[in-house]
């Protein structure tokens, strides 16, 4: 069963405009909830996490609990923010795990 | 180093052969994980280590795939009879792990990218 679903694998957006990348998933409970980016020619790595209630690059994400959701958020797209992005919520009671989603590539326009 | 190292980076192989990928986790890091990703998709969980013991493999997708972990330290995937749809880019993450607390980051490596002729 698809437990994280992000529905846009591609987005482009003008530099400046507000950018949304959308997270949902099928787990019940309350999963730690996290987001990890991948700009060109870099490794993976985390962008923020839930539990800290971070902004991140301009970034924060908010948990919809009724809508399960997660989705990322910016006001103003910068083109450095190009990359690909991966939402991770973590099953709830489960240690350590790790499931990502199948990623959303941001291109922001100049 | 100070990062995830992941050998080889690049591994070209005929369908039908053995092929093992080593991945040395950041000095510390109790717990490994391995990912398999394909082009267009996300990190697809293979199996995550605590310590030498692997504590998940349900994402091993057959018995072809094995992992070891001897010494807690460096793991190493194995694949067995290797066949085209093994072709992907394999990930390595190791994470510090504190007893009931999720941390919540893992440091990747670069990846070996295997291709199955």
């Known amino acids: 069963a698809q437990r994280v679903t992000q529905p846009e694998k591609l987005l482009s957006v003008f530099k400046g405009a507000p950018v949304e990348l959308k997270c949902n998933y099928s787990?019940?409970?309350?999963?730690?909830l996290f987001w990890y980016v991948q700009y060109s020619r870099q490794r993976l790595q985390l962008l923020l996490r839930h539990i800290s209630r971070e902004s991140i690059k301009g970034f924060t994400a908010d948990l919809n609990k009724g809508e399960t959701s997660f989705h990322l958020k910016k006001p103003f797209a910068q083109e450095e923010d190009s990359a690909m992005y991966y939402c991770a919520p973590t099953p709830p009671n489960t240690g350590n795990q790790f499931y990502f989603g199948t990623g959303t590539s941001l291109t922001v326009i100049p | 180093g100070a990062g995830v190292s992941q050998t080889p980076s690049n591994k070209v192989t005929e369908k039908g052969k053995y092929v093992e990928l080593r991945c040395d986790p950041i000095?510390?890091?109790?717990?490994l994980y391995w990912y398999r990703q394909s082009l267009g998709q996300g990190p697809e969980f293979l199996i995550y280590?605590?310590?030498?013991?692997?504590?998940?493999d349900s994402g091993l997708p057959n018995d072809r795939f094995f992992a070891v972990r001897p010494e807690g330290s460096v793991s190493t995937l194995k694949i067995q009879r290797t066949e085209r749809g093994d072709s992907a880019v394999y990930l390595c993450?190791?994470?510090?792990?504190?007893?009931?607390?999720?941390?919540?980051?893992?440091?990747f490596g670069e990846g070996s990218r295997l291709t199955v002729l």
């Open positions: 000095s510390g890091h109790t717990a």
């Open positions: 787990y019940s409970g309350s999963p730690e």
């Open positions: 993450a190791s994470s510090l792990t504190f007893i009931g607390t999720n941390t919540g980051e893992l440091f």
């Open positions: 280590f605590q310590g030498t013991g692997a504590a998940d």
